[in-house]
């Protein structure tokens, strides 16, 4: 296991508690899945704008929610005036982001909204959480096995990783770029909102994104054939038929008298 990794591992547990390893696990199968469903019902409708994907905004908490609801330590937090209830674990906010509709837009120079709602800066503040009711059905719990030599080196992390978290209230964002064609890039980590809109991350890492997310999820809509397309066919041409005997004399016509208002 990479020191990058072991990091990441350390912060998810020391924000997360117990859950941590789990719930940063399971973050890229939620989004891929999301995406692949959002996407397919983009390519079912055959709109030619992007209204029915760009609903995922709303769909990839609710999906966070069916995942993460009824696990120990773990809240149903719904933002006042929110459209969407969020997965609040060990008392820290998962917030789902879409930063990008394109691979090369820079997360860190990307404000959380133009400007930040009220609603979105409240999550940064300490939540007086009242849990929701939630009709779903937590998934069953998947355990993430660590050698007893790297938990030891994961307990040598987690101990520097307490002193950088523990000065500031941090929340968990699940950052991705995407549109309709493919699920981009993929970060996650833990920030403060900075006055200028921008976060400031404590730690933020790229989480790795499928192959098969990449490209090739939507179908091409089906071509349809011009009027004036392909190749003219080449006319038939026949021999003419010579007169028999001269042309027939059509009988002269004498022209019509019109009255004076015509």
């Known amino acids: 296991m990479s020191t990058s990794e072991m990091e990441a591992l350390a912060w998810a547990r020391r924000v997360f508690g117990d859950l941590g390893l789990r719930i940063r696990a399971d973050l890229m199968p939620v989004l891929s899945a999301t995406h692949s469903r959002y996407a397919a019902t983009q390519a079912a409708l055959g709109l030619s704008s992007a209204e029915p994907y760009g609903l995922m905004w709303l769909g990839v908490p609710k999906a966070l929610v069916e995942k993460f609801a009824g696990l120990p330590g773990v809240d149903v937090y719904r933002p006042k005036r929110g459209r969407y209830h969020l997965p609040v674990i060990n008392g820290v906010p998962l917030i789902p982001w879409r930063y990008a509709k394109d691979r090369v837009t820079d997360l860190d120079k990307t404000p959380f909204g133009q400007p930040v709602s009220e609603t979105r800066k409240s999550l ?117 038929t010579p007169l028999q005997g001269p042309p027939a004399t059509e009988p002269p016509t004498t022209p019509r008298k019109t009255g004076d208002g015509e």
Do not use: H
């Not at 998934?139 to 993430?144: R, V």
């Not at 833990?190 to 991350?201: C, F, M, P, S, V």
């Open 124 to 240: 940064f503040d300490t939540l007086s959480i009242q849990p929701s009711l939630f009709s779903g059905e937590p998934e069953g719990e998947e355990k993430i096995e660590l050698t007893p030599e790297q938990l030891a080196e994961l307990d040598a992390y987690e101990k520097e990783v307490r002193d950088l978290a523990a000065d500031r209230p941090l929340v968990a964002i699940l950052a991705y770029a995407s549109n309709p064609e493919a699920l981009l890039r993929c970060f996650f980590g833990y920030a403060q909102l900075r006055n200028d809109g921008l976060l400031d991350w404590a730690f933020c890492e790229e989480l790795q994104v499928s192959g098969s997310q990449t490209g090739g999820l939507v179908s091409a809509p089906a071509v349809r054939t011009a009027f004036d397309a392909g190749t003219p066919e080449e006319p038939v041409l026949r021999p003419r």
